[in-house]
């Protein structure tokens, strides 16, 4: 059984900075592109940011670049989002997801993409 299991959230002031976490129990993590998303009370679920399985390759939501770093640690299973200058509008519940991608390298930007989802965590930046 694959389980995500997301850390880092809590509530900042604008400004501030978070970094998430996102431990995954996959054998062969490195051989899975991963993603954040969030979702905001009343909107669709967003793709945030998304990196392939080697790292070498990364996406950004226009809203977040230069703001948020995507990044991975295959020897410790884990995937990051470094956020910097947050903003009230990036509040949001954040999870990250997973996907097997044995053959390519590349990343995902869609829900239907992935396989596996974390349970999120609440990010909460207040003005």
């Known amino acids: 059984q694959v389980v995500l299991v997301e850390s880092g959230g809590g509530a900042v002031q604008a400004g501030g900075s978070l970094r998430l976490s996102c431990a995954a129990s996959?054998?062969?993590?490195?051989?899975?592109?991963m993603g954040w998303f969030r979702q905001a009370p009343g909107k669709e679920r967003e793709c945030v940011a998304a990196i392939s399985r080697s790292g070498s390759s990364t996406l950004y939501l226009d809203s977040v670049k230069g703001r948020f770093t995507i990044s991975r640690d295959n020897a410790k299973n884990t995937v990051y989002l470094q956020m910097n200058s947050l903003k009230p509008e990036d509040t949001a519940v954040y999870y990250c997801?997973?996907?097997?991608?044995?053959?390519?390298?590349?990343?995902?930007?869609?829900?239907?993409?992935?396989?596996?989802w974390g349970q999120g965590t609440q990010v909460t930046v207040s003005s």
């Open positions: 996959l054998r062969t993590f490195s051989r899975y592109a």
């Open positions: 997801a997973a996907r097997p991608d044995y053959s390519g390298d590349y990343y995902y930007t869609q829900r239907y993409d992935y396989n596996y």
